[in-house]
């Protein structure tokens, strides 16, 4: 069965530093999602894209993050300059439609030192 | 998005069917009640959804009641595999898709 695959399984990264989160969605998926979950918290939404173009985010998602679709298979999450509270574990998601099951990958541990 | 409550916690023993309440009661028309569940820190699992039909598939079983405002999800035969927390999730209507998720409920499948 087709997942989404997540790189790298874990970052250390120094404060201030930029990282950028890599994500393979499903192949023919066309909505994708970024979350975090801080450790011993809920789950929260970043970010949602479709057609090329942010359609939804949330407050956490300021100047400082972004995302790309750079070429047919990659989705990326930028942290432009990261602080100590953007430690997380950070989770791609995909859909084949807005109200269809979100397949998530197993996340991307980021720890900022 | 609709406002869920879960109970925090739930024991169930192995075999035996885990029945896990979720109240909805703001939930919109259009919006769907979603299930996931999280086991240790992987990504959230899909496991079923549905708009007002009760359904069913190789998981678990969602009974959403006539009026929308709960919803049981039914696990039939709970293994220790099935440990994990469990989210109800009201989405839809004119989001993107986005997912909300509370704080679940945390079932615990004892042998």
């Known amino acids: 069965e087709p997942e989404v695959t997540q790189t790298p399984s874990h970052q250390v990264t120094q404060m201030g530093q930029e990282v950028i989160l890599r994500c393979v969605p499903i192949?023919?998926?066309?909505?994708f999602y970024w979350y975090r979950q801080i450790l011993g918290q809920k789950v929260e939404f970043l970010v949602s894209f479709y057609n090329n173009e942010i359609s939804e985010k949330s407050e956490i998602f300021d100047d400082q993050f972004s995302v790309e679709r750079p070429d047919g298979s990659n989705f990326t999450l930028k942290i432009r300059s990261t602080k100590l509270e953007d430690s997380a574990m950070y989770f791609c998601a995909s859909t084949p439609g807005q109200f269809q099951p979100q397949h998530f990958g197993d996340g991307t541990r980021l720890s900022i030192l | 998005d609709a406002k869920t409550t879960q109970p925090t916690s739930m024991d169930c023993a192995e075999g035996r069917a885990a029945n896990l309440p979720c109240n909805h009661s703001?939930?919109?028309?259009?919006?769907?009640v979603y299930w996931y569940r999280q086991i240790h820190s992987q990504g959230p699992q899909y496991i079923i959804h549905?708009?007002?039909n009760n359904e069913t598939n190789e998981m678990a079983s969602l009974i959403i009641t006539e009026d929308r405002k709960s919803s049981t999800l039914i696990l039939p035969h709970a293994t220790l595999r099935d440990t994990a927390v469990y989210y109800c999730i009201g989405a839809g209507g004119t989001s993107y898709g986005k997912l909300t998720f509370g704080q679940g409920t945390i079932l615990t499948v004892h042998p």
């Open positions: 703001t939930i919109s028309g259009n919006e769907y």
């Open positions: 192949s023919n998926h066309l909505y």
């Open positions: 549905g708009l007002k």
